[in-house]
């Protein structure tokens, strides 16, 4: 303890592009990771002397890791989440093993969905935030393209209008990717209930990031509640919409995310491939990111089939194309057609479930709702619950949809919670 002592300086001094503010509120330097690893050294100690490790030595080893991890940047070093780095080297590896033969082709794309969707599942019984499914989406989109362009594009057979098309389709994914990653909407304290503020200089580790938006965490203190006899109802719906964790009256259709650890307007679900909810300000461009990347995947798989199967039809070719392990090159290109197929599958079944949700007006999270406390009624053989509260017809729902971002309060005060 007298190290990390030494090493906490002025934090008002500014941190060079190698210096950072260690979890234990020292400074220290990228050049330092290796020194005064003392959780490291006791788990190697007890290791070494065949002892028992003491409850919770691994978690704060993987911490201290996790906090040493950092890439310099011009504010000072900035961590690097252990999550973003599975994906950017098993997806290659898998890859190129299954384009060896068949057989291993079968076995790994079998395999890849299985341990994404168990790792989904795991992550979300926890409601835990990870950057796993973000960074495998994002890797997925560029080391495709990049593929695309290396290992295709060479054969001859894309002329440069339809490269061109392909590009457009990966940058206007990018593009809406970046549109919906800006916010999904979340709900602010009125300054009408605002007492005082309280500012910390860090947020707690289960809000949202982009909640805070580069600021700094403030609490508010609400006012004591002033009530008379014309405001008893108006007190009922504010006590049945009151969230107990942010401290706010949440508005109709508004939810709390557990992962985020925030209230969102118009709620519709957390997407773990954007890390981010999905909610009123962004669920018209998360729409379109699904729409975009659609058109890209299934364009690019027609003409990464046509390249390495000429003599077969689309169609058929991604079931039956002789001869195409007797390349490596071609062997790699066929592997990741069929693995954007399986992945434009589920993204397909995400988007047609969100526009018969949005045709009748209902959220994810309201047809959850609808369905447990079986308030709704089950249309379309099952594919969506209509609880039959905000649908006004098929034009007046989508109108609201492509217009509700729009109305979406934009708040200028710094971002808080209220309690």
Same mark, same amino acid.
């Given at each position: 303890?007298?190290?990390?002592?030494?090493?906490?300086?002025?934090?008002?001094?500014?941190?060079?592009?190698?210096?950072?503010?260690?979890?234990?509120?020292?400074?220290?330097?990228?050049?330092?990771?290796?020194?005064?690893?003392?959780?490291?050294?006791?788990?190697?100690?007890?290791?070494?002397?065949?002892?028992?490790?003491?409850?919770?030595?691994?978690?704060?080893?993987?911490?201290?890791?996790?906090?040493?991890?950092?890439?310099?940047?011009?504010?000072?070093?900035?961590?690097?989440?252990?999550?973003?780095?599975?994906?950017?080297?098993?997806?290659?590896?898998?890859?190129?093993?299954?384009?060896?033969?068949?057989?291993?082709?079968?076995?790994?794309?079998?395999?890849?969905?299985?341990?994404?969707?168990?790792?989904?599942?795991?992550?979300?019984?926890?409601?835990?935030?990870?950057?796993?499914?973000?960074?495998?989406?994002?890797?997925?989109?560029?080391?495709?393209?990049?593929?695309?362009?290396?290992?295709?594009?060479?054969?001859?057979?894309?002329?440069?209008?339809?490269?061109?098309?392909?590009?457009?389709?990966?940058?206007?994914?990018?593009?809406?990717?970046?549109?919906?990653?800006?916010?999904?909407?979340?709900?602010?304290?009125?300054?009408?209930?605002?007492?005082?503020?309280?500012?910390?200089?860090?947020?707690?580790?289960?809000?949202?990031?982009?909640?805070?938006?580069?600021?700094?965490?403030?609490?508010?203190?609400?006012?004591?509640?002033?009530?008379?006899?014309?405001?008893?109802?108006?007190?009922?719906?504010?006590?049945?919409?009151?969230?107990?964790?942010?401290?706010?009256?949440?508005?109709?259709?508004?939810?709390?995310?557990?992962?985020?650890?925030?209230?969102?307007?118009?709620?519709?679900?957390?997407?773990?491939?954007?890390?981010?909810?999905?909610?009123?300000?962004?669920?018209? $461009?998360? !729409?379109?990111? *699904? /729409?975009?990347?659609?058109? =890209?995947?299934?364009? #690019?798989? +027609?003409?990464?089939?046509?390249?390495?199967?000429?003599?077969?039809?689309?169609?058929?070719?991604?079931?039956?194309?002789?001869?195409?392990?007797?390349?490596?090159?071609?062997?790699?290109?066929?592997?990741?057609?069929?693995?954007?197929?399986?992945?434009?599958?589920?993204?397909?079944?995400?988007?047609?479930?969100?526009?018969?949700?949005?045709?009748?007006?209902?959220?994810?999270?309201?047809?959850?709702?609808?369905?447990?406390?079986?308030?709704?009624? $089950?249309? !379309?053989?099952? *594919? /969506?619950?209509?609880?039959? =509260?905000?649908?006004? #017809?098929? +034009?007046?729902?989508?109108?609201?949809?492509?217009?509700?971002?729009?109305?979406?309060?934009?708040?200028?005060?710094?971002?808080?919670?209220?309690?």
């Amino acid at each position: 303890m007298t190290k990390r002592s030494r090493r906490t300086l002025d934090q008002d001094d500014p941190l060079c592009c190698c210096e950072y503010i260690d979890r234990h509120g020292g400074r220290s330097h990228m050049a330092g990771c290796c020194c005064d690893c003392e959780d490291l050294d006791e788990a190697c100690d007890k290791w070494m002397k065949k002892e028992s490790q003491n409850p919770g030595s691994l978690s704060r080893v993987v911490a201290t890791i996790s906090d040493r991890l950092r890439v310099p940047w011009i504010s000072g070093a900035q961590q690097v989440d252990l999550s973003l780095i599975p994906p950017l080297i098993l997806l290659p590896v898998f890859l190129h093993i299954a384009a060896l033969h068949y057989l291993l082709g079968i076995v790994v794309l079998t395999a890849v969905p299985i341990m994404v969707i168990w790792y989904y599942y795991f992550t979300h019984r926890k409601k835990g935030r990870t950057l796993f499914f973000l960074s495998l989406a994002l890797f997925s989109l560029f080391y495709m393209f990049y593929l695309f362009i290396t290992e295709v594009v060479p054969h001859g057979d894309v002329n440069h209008l339809q490269l061109c098309a392909v590009t457009a389709g990966v940058a206007l994914t990018a593009v809406s990717l970046m549109i919906t990653k800006r916010g999904p909407g979340y709900v602010r304290p009125r300054p009408s209930d605002t007492h005082s503020t309280v500012t910390y200089n860090k947020p707690p580790p289960d809000v949202d990031a982009a909640y805070l938006n580069g600021e700094q965490h403030q609490v508010v203190i609400a006012n004591p509640e002033q009530t008379d006899e014309s405001g008893t109802a108006q007190e009922c719906v504010q006590r049945r919409n009151w969230c107990t964790v942010c401290k706010v009256v949440r508005p109709p259709r508004a939810g709390h995310c557990r992962i985020c650890g925030v209230c969102i307007l118009r709620l519709d679900h957390h997407c773990v491939w954007i890390n981010s909810c999905v909610g009123q300000a962004n669920h018209t $461009s998360f !729409l379109l990111t *699904l /729409v975009f990347f659609l058109l =890209t995947s299934l364009y #690019g798989i +027609s003409l990464v089939l046509r390249s390495v199967c000429p003599h077969q039809s689309v169609m058929t070719a991604l079931l039956y194309c002789p001869d195409v392990y007797k390349q490596y090159s071609s062997a790699l290109c066929f592997t990741c057609a069929w693995y954007c197929s399986i992945v434009t599958a589920g993204l397909l079944h995400l988007l047609i479930l969100q526009l018969i949700n949005v045709s009748f007006n209902v959220t994810d999270r309201e047809a959850r709702l609808a369905a447990r406390e079986k308030t709704g009624r $089950s249309r !379309l053989w099952g *594919l /969506v619950i209509d609880t039959g =509260t905000y649908s006004r #017809g098929f +034009s007046s729902n989508w109108t609201e949809f492509l217009t509700m971002s729009k109305a979406s309060e934009l708040s200028n005060h710094k971002p808080s919670d209220l309690v």
